[in-house]
């Protein structure tokens, strides 16, 4: 059973960091791609970053230069590292995977930027 927990959200202020994770079971992780994404209140879930199994990054330029995507096969798990936050970047972020052909999704952790 494939299971992606999310950890590390919370309520930072505008300009501060905060880290994900997201700890990954029941799939071969070092062989997985693995992909961040966030829903915000009223909007459609959106990518913010993607890496593959070789280490490969992508970003969409709302979070280039601020956001970077990591990942730790001996822990099976990804993070996210997230600098420079703005109250735009406010969401419930999802860890993701696909796994023979089925996506598979975290419950999410909440990111509140606000002062």
């Known amino acids: 059973q494939v299971q992606l927990v999310e950890s590390g959200g919370g309520l930072v202020q505008p300009g501060g960091p905060l880290r994900l994770s997201c700890v990954a079971s029941g799939i071969i992780f070092s062989i997985n791609d693995m992909g961040w994404y966030r829903q915000a209140p009223g909007k459609q879930r959106e990518l913010v970053a993607r890496?593959?199994?070789?280490?490969?990054?992508y970003y969409p330029d709302s979070v280039k230069g601020r956001f970077t995507i990591s990942r730790d096969n001996a822990k099976n798990t990804v993070y996210l590292q997230m600098n420079s936050l703005k109250p735009e970047d406010t969401a419930v972020y999802y860890c993701n995977t696909k796994n023979y052909g089925m996506d598979y999704w975290g419950k999410g952790t909440l990111v509140t930027v606000s002062s």
């Open positions: 890496i593959t199994m070789i280490g490969s990054t």
